[in-house]
T-cell receptor, first 113, second 117 residues
Framework: QKEVEQNSGPLSVPEGAIASLNCTYSDRVSQSFFWYRQYSGKSPELIMSIYSNGDKEDGRFTAQLNKASQYVSLLIRDSQPSDSATYLCAVNEIKAAGNKLTFGGGTRVLVKP | DAGVIQSPRHEVTEMGQEVTLRCKLISGHNSLFWYRQTMMRGLELLIYFNNNVPIDDSGMPEDRFSAKMPNASFSTLKIQPSEPRDSAVYFC???????????????FGPGTRLTVL
C-alpha cells in the first residue's frame, strides 16, 4: 500500500462548479499536510497547508483534515479553466533529524468552459 | 528574490555518460531536497540535506547516483554511468527551516528534464 493515495483522475468539472479532491495517508504520526498544484511541464507550487483537524480556507481553496480517518481533501470553488492542473497531496513525515514530504501520485483536474 | 535555480533545464545524453545536475538554494534556506518525477512512479524524494549534511539518502536508487552539497547554497546530483531508465524530470527544492519544523514549506526549482538515449 502506498503511503499517500490519490485518485489519478482525470476529474472533469464544468467551469464554476466545485472540484473535490481526496487524499488518504497511512502514517498516523504525520502532522503536516500540503496541497501542491503542478501545471503540465512546470514544477509543483504550494497552494495550501493544513496542520489541525477541520477546515482551512484560502480564497477559492478549502483544505479539510481528519486525522482520525487519515484523510485530507481539497475543495476548489468556482472552478476556472486556469485551475486545470495536477494536484499533489503531500504528507510530512517527521524523522529524528529532520522531516521529509511524501507525495501522492496526484489528481489531474480538467475544468471545462 | 530569486527562487531555486537549477541547471541545465534540459539534458540529453547517451547511456554510459556522466550527468551532473546543479541546484542553487534560495538565499537563507537551510534544507535542500532532490526529487525525481516520472509518469510511472510520480514524485520521489531521492535525498535531502540539512545545513549541508545529508540526512536521508534512502531514496537514492543505487550507487550510480551521488549528491553533494559543497557549501550552504549549492548542490549537485551526479549520475555515473547514466542509463535510459534514469530519464525523468529532476527537481530540487529548498526550505527555510533547519528541518526540525514540520511546517516548513518546500519551494521547488523549475526542474531538469533528463533524457538518456
Amino acid at each position: 500500500q502506498k503511503e499517500v493515495e490519490q485518485n489519478s483522475g482525470p476529474l472533469s468539472v464544468p467551469e464554476g462548479a466545485i472540484a473535490s479532491l481526496n487524499c488518504t495517508y497511512s502514517d498516523r504520526v504525520s502532522q503536516s499536510f500540503f496541497w501542491y498544484r503542478q501545471y503540465s511541464g512546470k514544477s509543483p507550487e504550494l497552494i495550501m497547508s493544513i496542520y489541525s483537524n477541520g477546515d482551512k480556507e484560502d480564497g477559492r481553496f478549502t483544505a479539510q483534515l481528519n486525522k482520525a480517518s487519515q484523510y485530507v481533501s481539497l475543495l476548489i470553488r468556482d472552478s476556472q479553466p486556469s485551475d486545470s492542473a495536477t494536484y499533489l497531496c503531500a504528507v510530512n513525515e517527521i524523522k529524528a533529524a529532520g522531516n521529509k514530504l511524501t507525495f501522492g501520485g496526484g489528481t489531474r483536474v480538467l475544468v471545462k468552459p | 528574490d530569486a527562487g531555486v535555480i537549477q541547471s541545465p533545464r534540459h539534458e540529453v545524453t547517451e547511456m554510459g555518460q556522466e550527468v551532473t545536475l546543479r541546484c542553487k538554494l534560495i538565499s537563507g534556506h537551510n534544507s535542500l531536497f532532490w526529487y525525481r518525477q516520472t509518469m510511472m512512479r510520480g514524485l520521489e524524494l531521492l535525498i535531502y540535506f540539512n545545513n549541508n549534511v545529508p540526512i536521508d539518502d534512502s531514496g537514492m536508487p543505487e550507487d550510480r547516483f551521488s549528491a553533494k552539497m559543497p557549501n550552504a547554497s549549492f548542490s549537485t546530483l551526479k549520475i555515473q554511468p547514466s542509463e535510459p531508465r534514469d530519464s525523468a524530470v529532476y527537481f530540487c527544492a529548498s526550505s527555510l527551516g533547519g528541518g526540525y519544523t514540520s511546517t516548513d514549506t518546500q519551494y521547488f526549482g523549475p526542474g531538469t528534464r533528463l533524457t538518456v538515449l
